[in-house]
């Protein structure tokens, strides 16, 4: 796990940090890799968090022989 210091960016900011989704940030923060925050119903990551973690790899995302996207193989693609 990823330790808090008190800089907080928005979730859009941190997802292009990272080069990567929102939703992958939030997939992150909800495993402690990354510390966050809510506030006023808008997410915050702290910056520090950021820098102690590594980017996401298409491995973390993309499962061997599939895309991983859960599309089925009904998009062709496969």
């Known amino acids: 796990m990823c330790e ?3 800089n907080f960016v928005p979730i859009a900011e941190a997802a292009q940090l990272l ?3 929102e939703m992958r940030v939030l997939m992150l923060i909800k495993k402690d890799e990354l510390q966050g925050k ?3 119903e808008a997410w915050y990551v702290d910056r520090s968090s950021l820098k102690l973690c590594e980017k996401p790899k ?3 995302i993309v499962r061997p022989g599939g895309c ?3 599309c089925g ?3 062709g693609g496969h």
Do not use: R
């Open 19 to 21: 080069e990567t989704t």
């Open 73 to 75: 193989s009904g998009c």
């Open 68 to 70: 991983g996207g859960g």
């Open 38 to 40: 809510m506030v006023d």
């Open 58 to 60: 298409a491995a973390d």
């Open 4 to 6: 808090a210091g008190t």
